[in-house]
């Protein structure tokens, strides 16, 4: 049997959107800006003429971004994926999709776009790498559910999701340097704006080997998980399909894995 999980860690979890959407405000709502000054017509500066001049990446961008953070953040409720895994595979499909865009956009516009003021080759560097382990990430994530390995996708997930949310968490690693200190110089802000990312990769691995632990098996003990199939089937019918599994004479390659919280 499977080690239950505690009330308290499920009511941390049920609350993991909220913190996703609030992390994504200040990035979403700068994009917004920047998509109305596309649209009205906005008088172009210096600040904002490469955006002006190729402005298709920049709306793709911002576009993916919306529906990357939004609909991304409630495939980590785990009550919605329990009562609706239909919905959960049509939205994890489109976050899939969105990602892809918003990272593929992301390294189309560091390779093409001039570097804006305070981007160095440092921060280019780091944004061809995240921005590429990002798309990686997606994929592989895409790649592990389809081989049914719902521990791969789930961990891939939470890495590339992870990488796609920096941009909220550099602002709270820019903005008290700002406040307190003003403008960064060219290597503060590359290390300022790599610890963004540095940090949301180093949230998602611990919550990755925690969720992993829990609804593991206790020693000596294995716990079966569905096939994809019985996902999308009423709980009734689906605690059939798991126990239906559950015997010793069961040695088929993937029948015996940890179930994954």
């Known amino acids: 049997m499977t080690t239950p999980t505690p009330p308290c860690r499920r009511r941390r979890r049920s609350s993991w959107p909220a913190l996703f959407v609030a992390l994504s405000v200040v990035p979403l709502a700068a994009g917004g800006v920047r998509l109305s000054q596309l649209v009205g017509g906005a ?39 329990r009562r609706r895994s239909g919905w959960h595979r049509v939205a994890g499909r489109f976050t899939v999709v969105a990602g892809l865009v918003v990272a593929l956009s992301g390294l189309w ?6 570097r804006p003021p305070g981007d160095g080759d440092l921060l280019t560097a780091m944004r061809l790498g995240f921005g590429t382990a990002m798309a990686f990430s997606l994929v592989a994530g895409l790649v592990a559910v389809l081989r049914r390995d719902l521990t791969g996708h789930r961990a891939w997930m939470v890495r590339g999701y992870a990488i796609g949310m920096g941009a909220g968490t550099q602002v709270l690693t820019n903005l008290p340097w700002v406040l307190l200190v003003g403008a960064p110089s060219e ?53 059939l399909t798991v126990s239906s599994t559950n ?15």
Do not use: K
């Open 43 to 81: 008088p172009v500066t210096p600040s904002n003429a490469r955006f002006f001049a190729a402005p298709t990446p920049v709306v793709l961008h911002i576009v993916a971004a919306f529906g990357f953070a939004l609909v991304g953040a409630f495939q980590f409720a785990p009550g919605l994926r």
């Open 109 to 114: 516009m560091t390779l093409f776009y001039a």
């Open 187 to 239: 290597s503060t802000r590359a290390v300022l704006m790599g610890a963004g990312w540095v940090i949301n990769l180093v949230v998602a691995e611990v919550v990755i080997r925690r969720t992993g632990r829990i609804g593991q098996p206790r020693s000596g003990t294995t716990a079966p998980v569905p096939d994809a199939d019985s996902i999308d089937q009423p709980p009734q019918a689906r605690a």
């Open 247 to 261: 015997s010793p004479t069961q040695n088929s390659p993937g029948t015996w894995v940890s179930r994954p919280s």
